[in-house]
C-alpha cells in the first residue's frame, strides 16, 4: 500500500514539475494575460492584456515588452523596473493566461480580436466576428463613457508585416449620425482608443 502512495505521489510531482516547465517555457503573445503580484505592495498587484504591439503598462514601470518572452523573464523586468521605489528588491510574481486565440486557432477564423481602451464602458479585449464595423464594435463592447472625447476616437492598426502602427482619428458623433461617409471594417488586433474629454470640449 505504501509503495502504491510513493508511486502516486511521484507522479503528481511530475505533472506539477511539467506544468511549471510548460509555464516557464510558454512565450508571451499579444492577447494574452498577465496576472502580476508585488508581495511588498498589494495595491500594485493586477491582470493586464498584452496589447497588439506586445507591451503592457504597469504602475511604476512604465511600458515593457511582454511579447516574445517568458513569465520568468517578464517577472525580471517588472522587478527590476520597479525596485527604486522600495528598500529592498520587491519579490514579484508572473502567471501567463494564454489568449484562447493563441493556444488555439479559432475554427474557421470565426472571430478577431479588438482591444478597447481609455474612456469605454467596458476597456479590454472583445472578440468580434470578421467584417465587424467601428461603430458595431463600440456598441458590443458597451458604449463609451460620458467623459469620452467623441470626435477625437483613435483607431490605431499595426502592420504585422513592418510592425508599423497607423493611427487614424475619427470623429464618433458624425459616424453615429451618418455625416461620415466611410464604414470603418475592423482588422484582427486594432486598438480603439478612448480619451478623456478636454474641460471645454
Same mark, same amino acid.
Given at each position: ?31 494574452? *494575460? !498577465? ?8 495595491? /500594485?498587484?493586477?491582470?493586464? =492584456?498584452?496589447?497588439?504591439?506586445? @507591451? +503592457? ?66 476597456? *479590454? !479585449? ?8 467601428? /461603430?458595431?464594435?463600440?456598441? =458590443?463592447?458597451?458604449?463609451?463613457? @460620458? +467623459? ?54
Amino acid at each position: 500500500m505504501q509503495n502504491v502512495k510513493n508511486i502516486l505521489m511521484g507522479l503528481v510531482l511530475v505533472l506539477v514539475a511539467t506544468m511549471a516547465q510548460a509555464q516557464s517555457e510558454y512565450r508571451v503573445q499579444p492577447g494574452d *494575460g !498577465l496576472n502580476i503580484e508585488v508581495l511588498e505592495d498589494s495595491s /500594485l498587484n493586477r491582470s493586464v =492584456v498584452v496589447l497588439p504591439d506586445g @507591451r +503592457f503598462n504597469f504602475p511604476f514601470a512604465g511600458t515593457l515588452r511582454a511579447s516574445g518572452r517568458t513569465a520568468t523573464q517578464i517577472q525580471g523586468d517588472v522587478t527590476t523596473a520597479i525596485q527604486s521605489n522600495f528598500a529592498n528588491p520587491p519579490t514579484v510574481f508572473v502567471s501567463v493566461i494564454p489568449a484562447a486565440s493563441n493556444v488555439q486557432e479559432a475554427a474557421d477564423g470565426d472571430t478577431i480580436d479588438v482591444y478597447f481602451l481609455g474612456e469605454v464602458n467596458t476597456p *479590454g !479585449l472583445l472578440e468580434v466576428k470578421p467584417g465587424t464595423t467601428l /461603430l458595431q464594435a463600440i456598441a =458590443v463592447g458597451g458604449g463609451v463613457t @460620458r +467623459f469620452a472625447a467623441i470626435k477625437r476616437i483613435q483607431l490605431r492598426r499595426t502592420n504585422r508585416q513592418t510592425g508599423v502602427q497607423n493611427v487614424v482619428t475619427l470623429n464618433y458623433k458624425a459616424l453615429a449620425n451618418g455625416t461620415a461617409s466611410n464604414v470603418i471594417e475592423l482588422k484582427d488586433g486594432d486598438v480603439i482608443l478612448v480619451p478623456e474629454r478636454r474641460l471645454f470640449e
